[in-house]
């Protein structure tokens, strides 16, 4: 009789901790492709425009805030050696702050940009771009000091110059 209910008992906790484990990787799985490339951007204007030269590209980035568990995975990350700042919006000219005469933004002459579009820009290392989206100068976010390109931002590109 002992030696049954401990077998029963046994079985019920492997099938508890199974449910337990697959629930657990269901809801991770649920909250992952819930950070892959959303369509939705923290803004919806552009606000930075700049010229640069290709010298990094990252597939599947995942970019972190400082709240616990807030990020954010761009499909593509890339980095840029600014050659020129061509524009930043006028609401936003306190805060981002740019130099047109030493080519840098925020004090750096490097940029990245996180592209959320679902196509595969065709760039390569090396590559002058032109790219356009929404820029977040302060620290807390997943999004910040890097150009944001996506669907959702009004004008916001990156294509190749010729």
């Known amino acids: 009789m002992r030696k049954r209910f401990l077998i029963v008992t046994i079985a019920i906790i492997a099938v508890l901790a199974t449910v337990s484990a697959v629930s657990i990787h269901l809801m991770n799985q649920a909250e992952n492709s819930s950070h892959m490339y959303p369509q939705s951007s923290f803004n919806e204007s552009s606000n930075l425009s700049v010229k640069g030269v290709v010298t990094s590209i990252e597939e599947n980035h995942k970019s972190e805030g ?13 980095q840029l050696n600014i050659t020129e700042v061509i524009w930043v919006a006028d609401d936003h000219a306190e805060y981002i702050q740019v130099s047109t005469e030493n080519n840098t933004v925020m004090g750096w002459d490097t940029i990245y940009v996180g592209y959320d579009n679902l196509d595969n820009p065709q760039l390569v290392v090396g590559q002058a771009v032109e790219c356009k989206g929404y820029y977040e100068p302060r620290t807390d976010f997943e999004w910040s000091f890097r150009i944001t390109v996506s669907p959702s931002i009004s004008e916001s590109y990156l294509k190749p110059q010729t």
């Open 66 to 78: 400082y709240i616990v568990g807030s990020y954010h995975t761009f499909r593509f990350y890339i």
